[in-house]
């Protein structure tokens, strides 16, 4: 089996969920609790000890463009 490790990258968590529903004998996806301004990633749920994907195109990931540009206007952002 394989588990990459993607350091805490907050697009990490997303590209390795989507490369674990994909790959045959994936072991685990490692998560990293991450939030951005703007980014809505409320259809990944974790639970139990798993991870369920959302059922959307690509990764399933919306962005509030307005948020977003304000928090960069009010001087960048954090990943917390």
């Known amino acids: 089996g394989s588990a990459p490790h993607h350091y805490g990258a907050l697009l990490g968590n997303y590209y390795t969920g ?3 529903a994909a790959a045959h004998e994936f072991s685990f ?3 990293d609790h991450a939030e951005a301004i703007g980014l ?3 259809g990944y749920v974790v639970a139990d000890g798993r991870v369920e994907l959302p059922d959307a ?3 399933g990931l919306t962005l509030d463009e307005e948020a977003w540009r304000q928090a960069i206007k009010e001087g960048g952002y954090a990943i917390e």
Do not use: K
Request: proline fraction near 0%; glycine fraction near 8%.
């Open 57 to 59: 195109l690509g990764f």
């Open 29 to 31: 996806v490692e998560w």
């Open 18 to 20: 989507d490369l674990a």
């Open 40 to 42: 809505d990633a409320s």
